[in-house]
């Protein structure tokens, strides 16, 4: 079976680990052709001779909505595969598109009139033109139920993300410290990953941290966008006094990245929507107890494996880390529910169900 994905973001946040994982993981399933960004091409060599073709159209725009189609439609494919929900207009062949969250349509906070008439329009129009939609969460499902009135369930396909094996290693004392060494981690750390994106909730943390009666005794680091390059919230730092504090990181390799959670003391996730949650599960791997918003998919992937706090309250959060940190048997049995919960969670998985859906809609 040859399905052509559309791998034009393959570097970027969340949507690109979905890329990479599900190509990597689909093996000899079916033969994937790759839509590629021009300056991603000579980049992309884990996936050894698949066949990538490139495509110039930027993302977002009016252009992907028809050039890709027209790309897609040259390969004589059996399937297309939309990992976002930019689906393009006038495919020849069965279409299958994955929806991870809808924060366009829902996010009223965030995103200007246009650009949310201009999601739900897109978001629609893939519902529609696609034989079957993904979505990594039943949170993301019953959202695009309510929002889109879509009354088909068999139609939507809950399949789960995996984490990367990575995260699953152990890490040598020397390795520790070098990374600690690296990056200035002095003292034990309280780890946020992502983007600084608004919906985040990214000033709740720092808030709740500088509420901490110990909070001296932690660094708060940030691994992903520059804490220091995003203004607003570097003036929150500075006004609540803890720029001591602050760890940066920064945009790391996924190698980096899993040496970052095994050194953590404890890993946060305080946003207010999500359409999965990466970041909590990534440390249960690790071995670091994880605490999460009650908001959005968070809850759904965390299982018993974490503590949910109120994504609204700084007194919440900062209770909730101080619980964790402070009582050691409590961290070890966060530890081992959370070993336990991610045993749901595999890239395999992931890639085998998609393969089946595939096999659905050919």
């Known amino acids: 079976m040859r399905v052509v994905l559309d791998a034009r973001k393959y570097f970027d946040f969340g949507i690109g680990t979905y ?15 790759l839509l590629v960004a021009p300056n991603d091409a000579q980049h992309i060599d884990k996936l050894g001779p698949t066949q990538k ?19 897609a439609n040259r ?46 329009a897109i978001i629609a129009h893939a519902c529609a033109a696609s034989k079957a939609v993904i979505v990594d969460s039943e949170f993301t499902k019953h959202e695009l139920m309510d929002v889109f009135n879509l009354n088909d369930e068999e139609h939507i396909h809950v399949v789960h993300l995996g984490i990367s094996a990575n995260y699953y290693k152990k890490y040598s004392v020397q390795a520790v410290k070098s990374f600690r ?14 983007s600084l994106k608004p919906h985040k909730n990214v000033g709740l943390l720092v808030s709740a941290f500088a509420n901490m009666k110990n909070h001296s005794e932690f660094q708060l680091a940030f691994s992903g966008e520059s804490i220091k390059g995003h203004e607003k ?10 720029s001591g504090d602050i760890a940066e990181i920064g945009q790391i390799s996924r190698s980096d990245l899993a040496i970052a959670y095994h050194t953590a003391s404890l890993v946060v996730l305080p946003s207010l929507y999500e ?69 749901r969670f595999s890239w395999n998985k992931c890639a085998e169900q998609t393969f089946q859906i595939y096999k659905e809609v050919q």
């Open 19 to 33: 890329i990479q994982n599900l190509a990597e993981h689909m093996g000899s399933r079916a033969e994937l052709l």
């Open 53 to 71: 073709i490139i495509n110039s159209s930027g993302k977002y725009s009016i252009r992907e909505l028809h050039s890709i189609a027209t790309d």
């Open 75 to 120: 390969l004589k494919a059996d399937v297309f595969h939309a990992p976002h929900y930019t689906t393009p207009f006038g495919l020849k062949m069965p279409c299958i598109t994955t929806i991870h969250d809808i924060l366009h349509v829902r996010g009223i906070k965030y995103y200007s009139i246009p650009q949310r008439l201009y999601a739900r």
């Open 181 to 194: 060494d690296k990056y200035e981690l002095v003292k034990p750390t309280i780890l946020y990953t992502g």
């Open 233 to 242: 919230l570097w003036d929150l730092i500075k006004k609540e006094g803890i």
């Open 275 to 343: 359409g999965f949650g990466f970041s909590v599960l990534e440390a249960m791997a690790s071995g670091t107890p994880a605490i999460g918003a009650r908001a959005g998919s968070i809850p759904e992937v965390m299982g018993d494996g974490g503590i949910l706090f109120d994504p609204n309250s700084v007194e919440d959060l900062t209770s909730a880390m101080e619980k964790v940190l402070n009582d050691t048997s409590l961290q070890n049995r966060l530890v081992h529910q959370g070993l336990k919960n991610v045993e």
